[in-house]
């Protein structure tokens, strides 16, 4: 396993399209991490599973969007509806639950909301 | 929330030159990271420091968490022109989730 991998890269939809990513984390972590992040800003925190527990969710996190981990392993993040402004950079991020967080990133997915 | 400011925006040096950036926040961190950034890649952790006080080097890279608990900085010496990219710092309390600031962009000109 050679880290965090996203898919797609890069997503183009229009206006009040569903778009959904997948995140595979790095196979023994069993934290998994959603950010986002749009130009010129450091990445903003959306939500957090523990194993398949989806524990926390930031204010950020319309009902639009959900987060699912059914098996402990792979993540699916969908946006519902999609608007302009949730054109941006979704990171996916890992870490083991050790106390001393160490969030690995994959190389995200840039969606771009027409 | 808690917010992290991270100084400079930006930063035109020479290669050969070292660096120096900064993070300070309103709110105590038990954790401090700082995390390197590629156009269209995510963030790679670079060093992650969890005493106060703590000085940790990587390579050429050096960074500290402040004795208040509010602040950490990033040196980065004799720059090469792979340094160039965004960094950021990271903050973590006792939450689960980890604050970023906005990041300095860093342009090393050979």
């Known amino acids: 396993d050679t880290g965090v991998s996203q898919d797609p890269r890069h997503k183009i939809t229009k206006r009040g399209q569903n778009v959904t990513f997948r995140c595979d984390p790095i196979?023994?972590?069993?934290?998994l991490y959603w950010y986002r992040q749009t130009l010129g800003q450091g990445p903003e925190f959306l939500t957090y599973?523990?194993?398949?527990?989806?524990?926390?969710k930031s204010r950020l996190l319309s009902d639009r969007f959900s987060a699912e981990r059914p098996k402990g392993s792979f993540s699916t993040l969908e946006i519902q509806r999609t608007e302009q402004g949730d054109s941006a950079m979704y990171l996916c991020?890992?870490?083991?639950?050790?106390?001393?967080?160490?969030?690995?990133f994959g190389s995200g997915t840039q969606l771009s909301v027409l | 929330g808690q917010q992290l400011n991270q100084s400079p925006q930006s930063m035109f040096i020479q290669e050969g030159e070292d660096v120096s950036m900064n993070c300070t926040s309103s709110?105590?961190?038990?954790?401090w990271l700082w995390y390197k950034q590629d156009p269209g890649e995510g963030p790679v952790l670079l060093i992650a420091?969890?005493?106060?006080?703590e000085l940790t080097s990587n390579g050429r890279l050096t960074a500290q968490f402040g004795i208040t608990r509010k602040d950490s900085f990033l040196n980065i010496s004799a720059s090469i022109p792979s340094d160039v990219g965004i960094y950021f710092c990271?903050?973590?309390?006792?939450?689960?989730?980890?604050?970023f600031g906005a990041g300095t962009r860093l342009t090393v000109k050979p």
């Open positions: 196979s023994e972590h069993n934290r």
């Open positions: 599973f523990q194993n398949e527990a989806q524990l926390e």
């Open positions: 709110s105590i961190f038990n954790t």
């Open positions: 990271a903050g973590q309390l006792n939450s689960n989730d980890m604050r």
């Open positions: 420091l969890y005493k106060a006080g």
């Open positions: 991020a890992s870490s083991l639950a050790q106390g001393n967080e160490k969030l690995f």
